[in-house]
């Protein structure tokens, strides 16, 4: 190992960290100028994109501390029984990659994430010290992400919340047998001991601030967490009801879903085929009903078909309407907001539009198209002042009128 050099070191650490959905981006075409065809690739990994608490895109760098790791988490390519190179940077060399690249203005923060090395203490100590270096040392004031380890003393994870904009521990597997099966060496219950702990510091030191002008400040940003999908024979149902305890009892910013993808030299345990990268996508559009549009956990569950899991074909706002016909159709002139978030094809703008519209006259249906994607797909679930869709909702093959064509995935449907 100590005969890498630092690009190669970078190559096999940035690459490694791409298994983490908690800043990804996916879901794009692989694209690379590889052999001098045109510019720009798609496909390299190393600097990923996340929001700032302010809203702004920013661009960080994305890698591990180290691949080495002393667990055996079946679905993970750094396990220690993986066949795979193996690198390592010091804390002082991630801080100076860092700050080279910020210097270059190729990035605007850090994505820290690391495999076990020698115990949990000690690779939380390495983490901590690349941020106190950028921190104390340099007075590094761009954006911080770090992955804190649960099995690390709480003292450590607190300490690495005084210096990152973010926290994040992963829950890695919507259900605790799962866990026990996939990932030994871990524990459900001291995952969600230390988000508790971090949640508590963070309200507690939002509370100092409010009072004490110098209180420090501790993970303003917030905490997230991630869970794989499809690894083992978790539903959809129970990934939204993981999701939604985890969002009541930790106050999470985040939760991430990343498919599972199958790894090189995987353990037979695993299935082998990833699932569709759709289902991810309506795992992220359930989590915005419920974040968003109001919708309880249970009625997410409630859009899920008899094996538990969402209707790939159509986004899990309209399953649910076509459930739930007889609450529709909704006069778009007098239904509250709550009700009109719950339209098919209406966003949350759209419905902001609508309400501060109607204020000064009657809406007609020709209104409500200049605010959505598909007018065909709001049409049935709507009365406006010249528009009753009449037996709509009644039709047998409403589904199939409205979902979408097989390739098309619409990004912002719900
Ligand atoms: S702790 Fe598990 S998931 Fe994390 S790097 Fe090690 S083997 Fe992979």
């Known amino acids: ?52 608490p302010d809203g702004r895109c920013i661009s960080l760098l ?34 100076d990659l860092t700050l080279s690249f910020y210097r270059r203005n190729y990035i605007e923060g850090l994505f820290l994430s690391s495999g076990i090395i020698k115990s ?31 099995e690390a ?10 210096y990152a904009d973010r926290v994040s521990i992963n829950v890695e597997l919507p259900t605790d047998s799962g866990l026990t099966r996939l990932a030994p060496d871990k524990d459900a219950r001291q995952i969600e001991t230390a988000m508790g702990k971090t949640k508590s510091d963070i309200v507690e030191m ?5 009072r004490f002008r110098h209180a420090p400040r501790f993970a303003p940003a917030g905490q997230s967490t991630q869970m794989i999908v499809g690894a083992d024979s978790a539903t959809d149902a129970d990934i939204v009801g993981k999701a939604s305890r985890l969002y009541d009892n930790f106050r999470l910013r985040r939760v991430y879903y990343s498919a599972f993808s199958p790894i090189p030299d995987a353990s037979a345990v695993l299935p082998l085929k990833r699932p569709p990268l759709i289902r991810e996508h309506r795992l992220y559009q359930s989590d915005w009903l419920m974040r968003f549009y109001g919708y309880a956990p249970g009625e997410v569950m409630q859009a899920t078909e008899a094996d538990g899991n969402l209707p790939l ?27 009109l978030l719950r339209v098919p094809g209406l966003g949350v703008t759209a419905v902001n539009r609508i309400i501060a519209s109607r204020r000064h006259r009657t809406l007609r249906l020709d209104d409500i198209a200049k605010l959505t994607v598909s007018i065909a797909k709001v049409r049935p679930f ?27 995935l619409e990004l912002f449907a719900a």
């Open 1 to 52: 190992m100590g005969a890498l050099s630092t690009i190669e070191k970078l190559g096999i650490l940035a690459d490694a960290a791409k298994y983490d959905a908690s800043c990804a981006s996916s879901g794009t075409a692989k694209k690379n100028s590889l052999g001098g065809k045109g510019i720009g690739s798609t496909e390299g990994m190393g600097i990923c994109h996340a929001y700032a």
């Open 382 to 408: 709507l009365i406006a002042a010249d528009w009753r869709p009449l037996t709509l909702t009644d039709r047998a093959d409403l589904r199939s009128l409205l979902a979408p064509k097989a390739e098309q």
């Open 120 to 150: 949990s203490n000690f690779t939380m100590e390495q983490m901590v010290e690349a941020a106190r270096i950028l921190r104390e040392d340099h007075d590094f004031r761009g954006y911080i992400h770090l992955k804190t380890i649960p």
């Open 313 to 339: 074909d159509i986004d899990p706002k309209l399953a649910w309407a076509l459930k739930f016909r007889e609450r529709f159709p909704l006069d778009v002139n007098r239904a509250s907001r709550e009700e």
């Open 62 to 95: 994305k890698i591990l501390m180290t691949n080495h790791c002393i667990f055996d988490c079946h679905y993970c390519v750094n396990r220690k029984s993986s066949n795979v190179r193996r690198a390592r940077f010091t804390a002082q060399e991630i801080a």
């Open 153 to 162: 003393d709480p003292e450590l994870v607190h300490q690495a919340g005084l």
């Open 206 to 210: 939002k509370d100092a601030k409010k």
